[in-house]
């Protein structure tokens, strides 16, 4: 092999600088990627993390958050009922009012309650996570959802109240199905 590499005859002699060169260079750039791997994989789990992890005025463990949404929101209104509803205050206190069970029988405040949580989430957890909002959402979000509960579900916490507006339209399968999905949640 060494006489094939010392062969001055050898059409490819005139390459072996220019190999010798591109494999420096490869070793060199796959020792990067081995770096630039070691660091991603540092990276990404704090990412995972901090992305679900509560801010530091997160009083309380926010709910989990699952692949499904309609799950992810009925732990959320777990979660509000037991954190910002006492059994303490008067009946007709509005602001303390919880979610009745039945809130998936009511589409308007269900759709309420996604964008509540979702408010909420967005105020409490993760790197996003900001203190200004979070008490925006204690002064404005909270108390004007609380004072709509009572008209998107006058139902009490033992008897639900059918909802007698007109049929809803008629939505894409992929809404259908999502719908679908939040009742079965709440049988």
């Known amino acids: ?16 600088p220019t190999v010798v060169e591109l494999t420096a260079q490869v070793e060199g750039l796959t020792q990067h990627v081995i770096t630039l791997d070691a660091t991603v994989a540092e990276l990404v789990p704090q990412t995972k993390t ?6 530091e005025w997160a009083w309380f463990p ?3 958050s699952t692949e499904r949404p309609p799950a992810t929101l ?5 979660f509000y009922n ?5 059994t303490t205050s008067s009946s007709g206190d509005d602001h303390n009012r919880a979610i ?24 409490f957890v993760g790197p996003g996570a900001d203190p200004v909002g979070a008490q925006n959402w204690h002064d404005r979000w909270r108390p004007g959802f609380a004072e709509r509960l009572r008209a998107w579900a006058p139902c009490s916490s033992d008897q639900h109240l059918v909802d007698l507006r007109l049929p809803r339209p008629r939505a894409s399968l992929h809404r259908q199905c999502a719908w679908s999905s939040l009742m079965r949640l709440g049988q």
Do not use: F, K
């Open 50 to 55: 901090a992305a679900q992890a509560p801010a």
């Open 62 to 64: 926010p709910p989990e």
């Open 74 to 78: 009925a732990l959320w209104v777990e």
């Open 100 to 123: 009745p069970g039945c809130w998936l029988h009511h589409p308007g405040l269900a759709a309420e309650i996604a964008t509540l949580a979702a408010s909420w989430r967005a105020s």
């Open 82 to 86: 037991a954190t910002y509803v006492t």
């Open 1 to 16: 092999m060494t006489d094939h590499i010392t062969d001055t005859n050898d059409p490819t002699h005139d390459l072996i």
